[in-house]
T-cell receptor
């Protein structure tokens, strides 16, 4: 079974530029998560989708970050314009059920390392 | 508040046991997890325990839970060079809608 796919693996941009990340979850997984992981910290949840609906985006900086999962499968996370503090690894994860289920293992992709200069 | 704390580094000799510690917030219904992150790779779930358990063992891994002190530990027996990674403790509970609350990770360094 294929795992969670993410692209690109690395991206270097200048501040004020825009960038987009793509994620393809495990087939059949209803829930998709985007996390931001700053060096030396644990992951921080940015947004959680259940199928194509948003469950939680309370920690997404909506003035510059946006995410969509239009057909309930793959997802795109965009940053526009980027700031220096956005330098981080952006992780995508998926789970079979999610959304309030007591235990539902999350499977993580390899992440996209973003450097903003 | 919601807070999961772990020490940032642990150094052990190859062949010794590694013990990685974590403290967590209290909840009446909590799952506690250990994830492993190797360089350039995603997070991998190693094991998890529910808060009504004291211990869970899986091959070289032993998880111990002290509910009174809200303390969780991961013991890796016979530590190998392939165990070199960052280990994250995380919890989830009803009040957080079972979203994962993460520690900052403990980097396990293996000395030859």
């Amino acid at each position: 079974e294929a795992g969670v796919a993410q692209s690109p693996r690395y991206k270097i941009i200048e501040k004020r530029q825009s960038v987009a990340f793509w994620c393809n979850p495990i087939s059949g997984h209803a829930t998709l998560y985007w996390y931001q992981q700053i060096l030396g910290q644990g992951p921080k949840l940015l947004i959680q989708f259940q199928n194509n609906g948003v469950v939680d985006d309370s920690q997404l900086p909506k003035d510059r970050f946006s995410a969509e999962r239009l057909k309930g499968v793959d997802s795109t996370l965009k940053i526009q314009p980027a700031k220096l503090e956005d330098s981080a690894v952006y992780l995508c994860a998926s789970s079979f059920e999610g959304s309030g289920r007591a235990f539902d293992e999350q499977y993580f992709g390899p992440g996209t390392r973003l450097t903003v200069t | 508040g919601e807070d999961v704390e772990q020490s940032l580094f642990l150094s052990v000799r190859e062949g010794d046991s590694s013990v990685i510690n974590c403290t967590y917030t209290d909840s009446s219904s909590t799952y506690l997890y250990w994830y492993k992150q190797e360089p350039g790779a995603g997070l991998q779930l190693l094991t998890y325990i529910f808060s009504n358990m004291d211990m869970k063992q899986d091959q070289r891994l032993t998880v111990l839970l002290n509910k009174k002190d809200k303390h969780l530990s991961l013991r890796i027996a016979d530590t190998q060079t392939g165990d070199s990674a960052i280990y994250f403790c995380a919890e989830s509970f009803f009040e957080s809608n079972y979203q994962l609350i993460w520690g900052a990770g403990t980097k396990l360094i293996i000395k030859p």
